[in-house]
Each structure stands twice: as C-alpha cells, then as structure tokens.
C-alpha cells in the first residue's frame, strides 16, 4: 500500500509540484487549501505524513500544528516563505519535525520526506523484536513501540523529542553540546541549526518534569550542554 501525504498549501502552483513529485516516487496525495480545512482533513483520515504552510486562510500552520500534535504523531514538514530562524524554532516548538524555506528544489523536499517516513518507521517498527525498555526513576521509554510514561500517564511525543530523550536517558549523565546533540539526531538529513535543540528540551521537559522551570532530569550544564540526569 502506497504511504499517504497530505499538503496543507493555499498556493496551488506549489502544491501541483510537490504532489506531482510525490506522486512520481509513489506516494498518495491529497491536498487541502485552507487551514480548517487541512486540520479537519489530517484528524479524520490517516496520513503517513503532512506538509504543512505556515501562512494559511482561516488558520495559520502553527495553530493546525499544535492541534494535530496533540492527537497524532506523525512527522509534519512545515514550510515557510520567511527566512527566519524564529520561524523555525516557533514551527519547531509546535511540534514541526523538520522544515523547508521558499523557494525550494522539490527534489530536496522529497529526499527530506523520505528521510523522514524512514525514521518514523524504523522507531515504530523496529527489527529487534525483544522488548528495549529505557525506565529511569517513573520515566519508561519503549523503543519497540515508541511509547513514553511519566508514571502511568502515557506522553505522546513528535518523532524528533523521542529520538532526544532516547538518546540522553541511554546516555544518562553525560553532558552532550548542542552541537552533537543536533548531530546525533538530525544528522545530515536536515538544513537547519543547532538554536532548535533548547525548543526541543524545553518540550520534553513540559512533558516529563514535575516542574519544568526547575528540571530534575534534563538538566542544562551552562556552557556545556544538557544531560538526563538519573
């Protein structure tokens, strides 16, 4: 069965490229042209994957990300027309995955894409079927199913949040830069810069930590970098 892409673009010149690109690599399209529209879409069907605009009628991406992040977690590829990095961190902080600027080569979104469901499958389906359980004070990671629990109460976490905690609590008490944390988890997939990896804690402290003003576990070693500390 072909994976399933939905576009929430209001500019109909971009959005005919990027099914047609899609289309040529296999993959189903729909497209929505508003915001209502995309968010009712996304929530009453099932995508593998979104591409979401930011500058929407009716409802701008950040909210339509927001309100998806909630229920599904799915990548979402935001792309804005604006070369800001407040943008990015702003989608990122949604919940976003990754993001594209304006103008971009169709070709570069696909590979990203693909990038993208490849990860996400590997996390939700991996090869080794023995149970890897990371459980740290009331925190349990599940690799095998890509679940998270803060005691009994289940956190649904974007694919990128997942990768970092899982990545810091297998490493617990070592101190990693932004810089290789950002390495670790993007690699060469992603064209951005390592100002998104303190949006990305601080969300993963929103869903984990008791007080995420005062962190118990990703903690922050000033002008070092962040840990899990156990």
């Not at 409802?59 to 943008?87: H, K, Q, S, W, Y």
């Not at 905690?165 to 990693?176: G, I, K, Q, T």
Request: hydrophobic share 40%; aromatic share 8%.
């Amino acid at each position: 069965m072909n994976q399933k892409i939905l576009i929430i673009e209001d500019d109909p010149d971009i959005s005919a490229i990027e099914k047609d690109y899609l289309e040529l690599n296999g993959y189903e399209v729909v497209i929505t042209e508003t915001g209502p529209a995309g968010m009712k879409e996304a929530l009453t069907e099932n995508y593998n994957l979104i591409i979401l605009d930011i500058m929407l009628p009716g409802m701008d991406g950040f909210e339509i990300c927001r309100n998806i992040r909630g229920r599904l977690d799915i990548p979402i590829m935001m792309v804005t027309a604006r070369n800001t990095d407040v943008e990015k961190i702003r989608g990122l902080g949604f919940g976003a995955d990754d993001y594209m600027e304006k103008p971009f080569s169709p070709s570069v979104l696909v590979a990203k894409i693909k990038s993208q469901l490849a990860q996400y499958n590997r996390l939700k389906n991996p090869i080794n079927s023995e149970t890897q359980k990371l459980m740290i004070g009331n925190i349990i990671l599940d690799s095998n199913t890509h679940r998270v629990f803060v005691g009994q109460n289940e956190k649904l976490l974007p694919n990128k949040e997942f990768q970092l905690l899982e990545f810091l609590m297998s490493n617990a008490d070592l101190v990693f830069s932004r810089e290789t944390l950002y390495d670790r988890i993007w690699g060469m997939e992603s064209m951005g810069n390592t100002s998104t990896i303190p949006v990305h804690i601080n969300r993963l402290r929103e869903a984990i930590e008791e007080d995420p003003a005062n962190p118990k576990h990703l903690v922050t070693v000033w002008g070092v970098g962040y840990k899990f500390r156990p």
